[in-house]
């Protein structure tokens, strides 16, 4: 559908010229071929038309914005789904955060109504400072704090980063390849063509679908790695949500991405035999 989304746009913009000349002109068989036709109409409609044209126009280059506004909007939502994650487990152990490093200034601590509130604050504003950090900082950080090594069979590690550095360039530079794409794509060993800096960046179907199973990975593996770490009563109900997850996905005939996650989750350590064998 992405790559089509000019084209489509295109035919329906065309059409809509092609009623308005048709109904408000006459046609030139004389100037027509047998591939174009020809309509001349009245100076009175010219305005409309030009109208008409610029709105063509407009429709056929936001058109060409849709594989990348799409590629923002998959990152971002990964931003709210790592936000509610991290929520969840700093507001379940908030002493992850609440170290005895951690100062509030007394100015600002008489403003809090109770200890609940100002714990909320503060578990709120660590969010928001490490949704401000690169996304591969963010993995480091909770590698660090919640004392887990995230990456291990993290397979799809690579694909991520990239995908996470190409929706910058199409947030800051229109999708034109910087140094910094460069480098850090080469930091975590992405696979890159022999891209050079001053590239422009597209997005066409076979990116996108690669994308959202990338996002769907690391997504789907983070909560399942923390839900097993912070949660030891769910553990058994955190093995049988994730397998299920990937029998939806061979029901759904995405071969690759459940194999990749069954291969991830029968390394897990203490994981009932009985879930292990299916």
Sequence with gaps: ALDLAPQVARTIAEKEIFEFVKENGGARSDLSTSTVDVFEIDLKFLGEFWTRSNR????????KLLP?????????????????????????????????QKQIPFSELSQFTSIETARSTIINR???????KSHHDQFDWMQSHLNLKLKDGLDVWPKFVELCERRNLFTHTGGIVSEQYLRNCADHK??????????QLSVGGTYFKSAVETIYEVGLKLCYVLWRKFEETEVDIADKDFNYRAMELIDGRSYSLAESLLKFSHRVHKIKDETRRM
Excluded: N
């Design 56 to 63: 063509t126009d407009a429709a056929m280059e936001g058109a």
């Design 190 to 199: 992405c696979t890159l063509a022999d891209m050079k800096p001053g590239q």
């Design 126 to 132: 660590e969010i928001e400072a490490i949704l401000r």
């Design 68 to 100: 990348p506004i799409a590629i923002i909007g998959l990152v971002s939502s990964y931003d709210t789904f790592l936000a509610s994650l991290l929520r969840v487990v700093l507001t379940l152990h908030p002493e992850i955060v609440l170290t005895s």
